[in-house]
């Protein structure tokens, strides 16, 4: 599973939230062109995780090492910080993708929206291209906001819970999208819950409990859950009674 | 029939000062509606007044040291306008009160440290002066530095677009870019107070920051899109500052509130009548029908 020329690297990583440790000691790689599901119960750090790895929450020790191009990574967070009532249409928010490596001033060329056309027939949006963001549902947004990330040509993409709130058909075509990027070799990072959404969608499994993370099959994950007798460290993660 | 027209729409521009200050609220009318535009976009709809206070003590001593030089109370309005802004964001930040809450305290404290200072110096006629401007005394130093200013805004705003729409609609994502949404956000406040102090000088410091919010609260009565509501803004600001003008000339009222109070026309009547959210589409509202269904 080690991979010397991963793009995405964690060394010795200690992270904290105000002066809480909440991870330490982490050190492993993310296998570029592979879905990684992260996973563990409330509270064991899934999220400061993830912006630990944007770079948005500063190490307390260790480091991120991470040769994706700052334009080339994108997050989709779980509590969503877009502005609904911001008077912009589902194209315009997809189109925004190609911001961060077309530049500040440049307009758009034909090109970007041909590809953004692309894009949104892709993901089953095309008639909404023209829809205000206010008024999406769930899934659909989901949908844009991944059109969003498709546009930027992201190539380390960090999901936190994306298939919450989400219907069954976005989700399947979610699923497909995701999967399609990481065999062009994105390295995606997918929070989950779900262990059958897991089953499907994951090539690898990072489990998280009690501070620290392991690295381990998908297999791994699910057969303790199949045999109905769960290891001690996947049952705390997963968010069983724990041991002690 | 068209010399009444004439008469009263064309002529009153062939005197100098109504020629100058016609230029000054054009140039005014450019820049100041897209600053309200994103003030109300993110909900800081009052920052605009908080800030219009603030720049008041600068003005007030700029006028005590050079007299009624536009220069120097312009340059005294941005530097106490900023200086608040700093230490409103500072005192939030350290206190973690609400920048809302401190932003109140300091321009309450702005705006008597300004009318202290401009009466222990001046008369009251100085006061009203700088609380409520004097468009038709615009001379040509004055119209250069507002139309310099307004273009600086416009140019300025023009190159942080981008990233100011990215950070009114998803802060997360610009970060996700290493770009600090607070440099975008100060990069603002600081065209808001430049915005101000070009216009005090033409509405007055209390009357300038109508001439930014007004339009563009108007115009969320009347477009869905980014670029519809800064043009229905920028067009009521050109309206309201050429029929406010020429209300003043003709009427002999004062020319910044009839500028804002036709503005002020505009809201009430796009808040009744405008194609979005407006009181005539709320009453006319109904839901449409689904439609036959598909035949299978």
New interface residues.
Partial sequence: MADANARLRLCDLQLAQGSRTVLEHISGEFRDGAITALIGANGTGKSTLIQGIMGMLKPIAGRVECSVPKERRAWLPQQLALDLTFPMSVEELVMTGSWPSHGALKGYCAAHYRKGREIMARLGISHLAHRPLGELSGGQRQRALIGRTLMQEAELLLLDEPFANVDAETVEVLMRVLRDMASEGATIIVVLHDMEQLARLADETVVLASGHARWVSVESVLQPLRSAAPASFLSQAIGGVSPC | MLTLLHEWLIAPFDYGFMKRALIASFALSLAAPPMGVFLV?RGMSLIGDAMAHAILPGVALGFLLAGFSLPMMSLGGILSGLLVAVLAGSVSQMSGQREDAAMASFFLISLAAGVMIISLGGSSVDLTHVLFGSILAVNTTSLLLIAAISSLIVITLA?????L??E??????L????VRGSLVHGVFLGLVVLNLTAGFQTLGTLMAVGLMMLPATAARFW????E??IAVAIGIALVASTGGLLLSYHFNMPSGPAIILLAGVGYVFSALFGSQHSLRRRLRRRAAPLGAPEPH
Avoid at chain 2, 159 to 163: G, H, L, S, Y
Avoid at chain 2, 168 to 173: E, G, H, N, V
């Fill in positions: 976009l190159v942080i677009f981008r990233a729409v990215v009114c609609l998803d802060p997360l994502f970060r996700g870019q290493g477009s869905k899109r980014l519809g509501l």
